[in-house]
């Protein structure tokens, strides 16, 4: 709240607060997140659902920020950027064993190929933030105005 008084004899008072305005862009900006998230999670990959559920799981705690993919998520990343990174020494995107499944030499970075991904879900894309962007922003700007009126 901020009062100012005018006048030599402080005749008058004028107060005002921002709480109301605050906490109508708090909404706004929850409602704007969990659009953006909801537009953009349709254009990810999804095998098994992994990257979707925990990418998920990192938006819940956040307000003005949206995740593409978990933070120490290199498998996220690799699919974000949509091309295939191998192994420097051989040459192969991961190693498998029918006892383990998938994996990669611990601590060897691997290198980006200029192979592009094929995603196995239909409309998936890398990058799937931009192309929500561009297919949703109109409706992302509309619903930010309606949570503040």
Do not use: C
Not at 19 to 25: P, V, Y
Not at 82 to 106: C, H, M
């Amino acid at each position: 709240m901020t009062r100012r008084d005018y006048g030599p004899g402080g005749g008058i008072t004028v107060s005002f607060t921002l709480e109301r305005l605050g906490h109508k862009i708090d909404i706004a900006q929850d409602v704007l997140d969990a659009q953006i998230w909801s537009d953009m999670s349709q254009y990810m990959p999804m095998r098994t659902g992994a990257l979707i559920e925990e990418t998920a799981i990192w938006n819940q705690s956040t307000r003005g920020e949206v995740y593409l993919y978990p933070p120490d998520s290199d498998y996220g990343h690799y699919q974000y950027i949509g091309y295939k990174y191998v192994d420097p020494v051989y040459g192969i995107g991961a190693f498998y064993s029918e006892d383990y499944g998938f994996w990669s030499r611990p601590g060897i970075p691997k290198e980006r190929t200029w192979i592009p991904l094929k995603y196995s879900r239909q409309g998936a894309t890398a990058r799937w933030d931009e192309t929500a962007k561009t297919n949703h922003l109109e409706s992302w700007v509309r619903v930010a105005r309606r949570a503040v009126q």
